[in-house]
């Protein structure tokens, strides 16, 4: 029960409006013409998190009347493993097809000598694709080995700035940033974000000018709890 509680607050709920006063709202219609939506994938061990966000990309694009670019953020470190066994077993249970796609893409990353060469990054992309998001609009940091640098690597890397330009008319109007994650590491990666685009955190090798023009006070972050395990029943 103390396990439940402590996710039901990570995620938002019982927690008397603490977590979800920091965050933005999720995309809305409200915000439609005035921001420029983006999707960001991080690092996490549950394929349920981005199968429904895959899903939600739909209803999201529709809205905005837009193909919404995802940037997935995540390497091929220790937390690559949980996400690469959840996966397979997702899929096992689910669609045993897709099941076999994913095992012949899990052989083809192993090196000679067995050790996996997968990333994080590259099974989001295969679990978004395999719900219909198109393969253009999606883009990989495939090095990064925790949240903070998941989230410093897609913006010092350029990734964040190529997809403004490249998908957006408007590129001048902030953007909207819509975290993919599950309860456990939504706060997390909330307070991180927030901290990098809006304080420069993570940002050491600029100097104090050039990071104070890359920090984004008028870019909204949130980070909606996609999927909550429930212990009682797990």
């Keep these: 029960p103390k396990a439940q509680e402590l996710l039901n607050f990570l995620d938002g709920k019982g927690a008397d409006g603490i977590t979800t006063k920091i965050g933005a ?40 009347g837009i193909k919404i670019p995802v940037v997935t953020s995540t390497g091929a470190g220790r937390g690559a ?16 097809a897709v099941a076999r796609e994913f095992g012949n893409l899990r052989a083809s990353k192993r ?14 992309k295969f679990i978004f694709m395999h719900d219909g998001v198109p393969e253009d609009v999606i883009y990989l940091e495939t090095e990064s080995a925790n949240t903070m640098a998941n989230v410093v690597w897609s913006y010092d890397n350029f990734i964040i700035k190529e997809v403004i330009k490249k998908h957006f008319k408007d590129s001048e109007k902030p953007l909207k940033i819509l975290i993919v994650a599950d309860a456990f590491h939504r706060f997390r990666a909330l307070l991180i974000a927030l901290a990098v685009f809006r304080r420069g955190d993570g940002l050491e090798k600029e100097d104090e000018e050039t990071k104070r023009r890359r920090i984004h006070s008028d870019w909204q972050v949130n980070a909606e709890p996609f999927y909550q395990p429930n212990l009682k029943e797990d």
């Design 111 to 124: 090196s000679p000598e067995g050790k996996n060469q997968l990333s994080e990054a590259e099974v989001i």
């Design 81 to 96: 493993i949980a996400l690469i066994y959840n996966t397979q077993r997702y899929y096992d249970q689910n669609n045993p």
């Design 25 to 64: 709202s999720n995309f809305n219609q409200e915000d439609v013409g005035k921001y420029n939506p983006l999707i960001l994938a991080l690092g996490s061990p549950s394929p349920e998190a981005f199968v429904k966000a895959a899903r939600k990309w739909h209803e999201y694009s529709e809205m905005f």
